[in-house]
Nanobody, 117 residues
Framework: QVQLVESGGGSVQAGGSLRLSCTASDTIYNMGWFRQAPGKEREFVGS????????QYADSVRGRFTISKDGTKNSIDLQMDDLKTEDTARYYCAATSIPGQSTWDSWGQGTQVTVSS
């Protein structure tokens, strides 16, 4: 496991933008974002894989959210544009620290995103 530190988040009106960042304390191979709204299950938002530079998005955010690799090897950013009230949730960064492993073994503490109408 590695330590993950998220930054960004906050409150914004619908249609606005926010940017989240996640930095790992050591080498990771996959990094992703998940979110959980009150009373709902945690859901996948998007992910970045360093091998092949593969990026994936959930259908609910595709076209509005953009994942990009930070300058360092162990960080990614999540740019969230055209935010909707239904994007309100606590956003968690996750990572895979073992090459070839398909499960997320490291999680951040989460950062709150609140979108008001």
């Amino acid at each position: 496991q590695v330590q993950l530190v998220e930054s960004g988040g906050g409150s914004v009106q619908a249609g606005g933008s926010l940017r989240l960042s996640c930095t790992a304390s050591d080498t990771i191979y996959n990094m992703g974002w998940f979110r959980q709204a009150p009373g709902k299950e945690r859901e996948f938002v998007g992910s970045f894989t360093w091998t092949g530079l593969k990026i994936q998005y959930a259908d609910s955010v595709r076209g509005r959210f953009t994942i990009s690799k930070d300058g360092t090897k162990n960080s990614i950013d999540l740019q969230m544009d055209d935010l909707k009230t239904e994007d309100t949730a606590r956003y968690y960064c996750a990572a895979t620290s073992i090459p070839g492993q398909s499960t997320w073994d490291s999680w951040g503490q989460g950062t709150q995103v609140t979108v008001s109408s």
